[in-house]
């Protein structure tokens, strides 16, 4: 027994030592994107408090998983502006770099994720590092539209720069989407009980579209309504 426990203890102490770097980050460079893996990585310490708190959230399944997604990109983008902020970014990597048109934007963005996730879990299912994996990975390739895969091939002649860069990216994706599928548990919603590789494509094909196409649409009426106003530096107008 003493020598398992320790062992059972191990991967949890680990976890916890994952959740500190990116706040270590913040404090030591204002760096906070990565705050979204510490969220995740402390709901997963605490998977049965905060999924039982969830399912207690009186609104039909969907609704509630689709909430959920939406503010994990929310919490995302308000970490990513902060960070932009604090540090006087002139291209800070944000749908806007005004906060409010950035989370009005990113509804259609995150959006298209979420009805991508429903779709797909009604004939297939995913574990939670699945999810986790499967979004990180995809984060990689699709971040600013590419750019940073490009910087990561350009930095292989430094390959722990390239692999730490990569891990980030895979780090901040993955916990977007792992955090609010944690939080469901077992009330995913969704019927699927398929599995095979096919899943993959089908999740990857409907985020990548799903959110090109519903960030469109929002942007195309929140410029109507002219909700989106000139793009300003961030540290003169923070906000609008």
Same mark, same amino acid.
């Not at 983008?77 to 009005?104: M, R, T, V």
């Not at 699709?142 to 895979?170: D, H, K, M, R, T």
């Not at 469901?184 to 090109?212: D, Q």
């Not at 195309?220 to 300003?232: D, S, T």
């Given at each position: ?46 998977? #049965? ?15 509630? $998983? ?28 944000? $749908?806007?770099? #005004? ?26 299912? @995913?574990?939670? &590092? #699945?999810? @986790? ?7 990689? @390739? ?14 292989? &002649? ?13 780090? /901040?994706?993955?916990?977007?989407? &792992? ?30 579209? &799903? ?5 469109? /649409? /929002? ?20 906000? $609008?």
């Amino acid at each position: 027994m003493s020598m398992r426990t320790p062992r059972r203890r191990l991967p949890r102490v680990l976890l916890a030592i994952s959740a500190g770097i990116p706040v270590l980050g913040f404090v030591a460079s204002h760096n906070a994107t990565l705050l979204i893996y510490t969220l995740f990585a402390v709901a997963l310490l605490n998977r #049965q408090r905060v999924t039982a708190a969830f399912a207690h959230v009186r609104l039909p399944g969907a609704a509630k $998983f689709g909430g959920a997604v939406l503010i994990s990109g929310w919490l995302t983008e308000c970490f990513a502006w902060l960070g932009s902020y604090l540090n006087h970014d002139k291209n800070p990597a944000l $749908f806007h770099p #005004q906060l409010i048109p950035d989370l009005i934007l990113a509804i259609g963005f995150y959006g298209g994720w979420a009805v991508a996730w429903l779709l797909v879990l009604r004939r297939w299912q @995913f574990t939670l &590092g #699945q999810v @986790f994996v499967t979004t990180g990975l995809m984060g990689i @390739f699709v971040e600013q539209n590419g750019a940073v895969i490009a910087v990561i091939i350009a930095s292989l &002649g430094n390959p722990l720069l390239a692999a730490l860069l990569a891990l980030y990216v895979f780090a /901040v994706y993955g916990a977007i989407m &792992g955090l609010p599928y944690l939080l469901a548990g077992k009330g995913v919603p969704g019927a699927g009980a398929r599995t095979g590789w096919l899943k993959y494509l089908a999740i990857l094909a409907g985020m990548f579209f &799903g959110a090109k196409l519903l960030f469109l /649409v /929002v942007a195309v009426v929140a410029m109507a309504l002219h909700l989106i106003p000139p793009r300003q530096p961030i540290w003169e107008h923070p906000f $609008f």
